[in-house]
């Protein structure tokens, strides 16, 4: 079992470029979660995907958006990037109720 | 509105000697505490977690502790060790809801010296 997987590991994009950050787990989980961590902020939950077919904002959405793409697979898109969308992006998944959720290895993003 | 808060950014011991990490939360719906250890350039790993219905739960070297009314939880690491040395973050979770939604602290460094 791979567990959970991101890709790309790292990315530099220029203001204004596109791109889509890949996840897919292969535990049969639920749900799934895309967050930020930048320094001295912990990690901040951007958008969330309970079950297969919805999906919800978090913490921090604007400037995002995201696909559940199957059971599998939840990805990231950011349309515009912006230097204040440098961070580090992690994806979860879980089992529904109370579970600890699994972490992927992250995305290294530099937008100047 | 930092609902997990973790005020030591880091926190350093000895080989072998007892490490405690802290943690506040200021929402009451929080029912189920997690701790995540994160090294560099990995993602966080779980570590050991508690519900709200106890108030303490022990998993080897590692041990958390909740209390409820000061809305408060620690871990204890007994005895530590340099491959200890990472992040720690706590993450809370709040009642109710099906799926696993968790606010995280900031982190704290935890260095262990041999």
């Known amino acids: 079992n791979a567990g959970v997987t991101q890709t790309p590991k790292f990315q530099v994009l220029k203001t204004g470029q596109s791109m889509t950050l890949q996840c897919a787990q292969d535990m049969n989980h639920n749900s799934m979660y895309w967050y930020r961590q930048d320094p001295g902020m912990g990690l901040r939950l951007i958008y969330y995907?309970?079950?297969?077919?919805?999906?919800d904002k978090g913490e921090v959405p604007n400037g995002y958006n995201v696909s559940r793409l199957n059971k599998r697979e939840f990805s990231l898109r950011l349309e515009s990037a912006a230097p204040s969308q440098t961070s580090v992006y992690f994806c979860a998944s879980s089992e529904r109720g109370p579970s600890e959720q699994y972490f992927g290895p992250g995305t290294r993003l530099t937008v100047t | 509105d930092q609902q997990v808060k973790q005020n030591s950014p880091s926190l350093s011991v000895q080989e072998g000697r007892i490490s405690i990490l802290n943690c506040d939360y200021t929402n009451s719906m929080f029912d189920y505490f997690l701790w995540y250890k994160k090294y560099p350039a990995e993602g966080p790993t779980f570590l050991i977690s508690i519900s709200s219905i106890k108030d303490k739960n022990e998993d080897g070297r590692f041990t958390v502790f909740l209390n409820k009314s000061a809305k408060h939880l620690s871990l204890h690491i007994v005895p530590s060790q340099p491959g200890d040395s990472a992040v720690y973050f706590c993450a809370a979770k709040e009642g109710g809801a099906s799926y696993g939604k968790l606010t995280f602290g900031q982190g704290t460094i935890l260095t262990v010296h041999p």
């Open positions: 995907s309970a079950s297969e077919g919805t999906t």
